[in-house]
Nanobody
């Protein structure tokens, strides 16, 4: 079992930046990939960005965030990050951290990001 705690959400104006963090604990050695998802009101949860630890930290991004968001991790701190720049109102959602392990997926509780003037 892996426990995930997200932080860093908040209210930001269009064009602004935020950095989300996801602290992992528990059986972290079972993690082979980590992802950020988001879910806007009335919409399905969607993948925003992912990092595959067992493939040399290969990253992937949704087309809607390419060039604006950057996923990274600090292995020493067991923390995943999502740097979000040039934020748009359509980025408003609850952002969730996910850890893929050898025995299943684990989710954090989510952090709200609101982009509004």
């Amino acid at each position: 079992q892996v426990q995930l705690v997200e932080s860093g959400g908040g209210l930001v104006q269009p064009g602004g930046s935020l950095r989300l963090s996801c602290a992992a604990s528990g059986n972290i050695f079972s993690i082979y990939a980590m992802d950020w998802y988001r879910q806007a009101p009335g919409k399905q949860r969607e993948l925003v960005a992912g990092i595959t630890i067992t493939s040399g930290d290969r990253t992937n991004y949704a087309d809607s965030v390419k060039g604006r968001f950057t996923i990274s991790r600090d292995n020493a701190k067991n923390t995943l990050y999502l740097q979000m720049n040039s934020l748009k109102p359509e980025d408003t959602a609850v952002y969730y951290c996910n850890a893929d392990t050898t025995v299943g997926s684990n989710w954090g509780q989510g952090t709200q990001v609101t982009v509004s003037s």
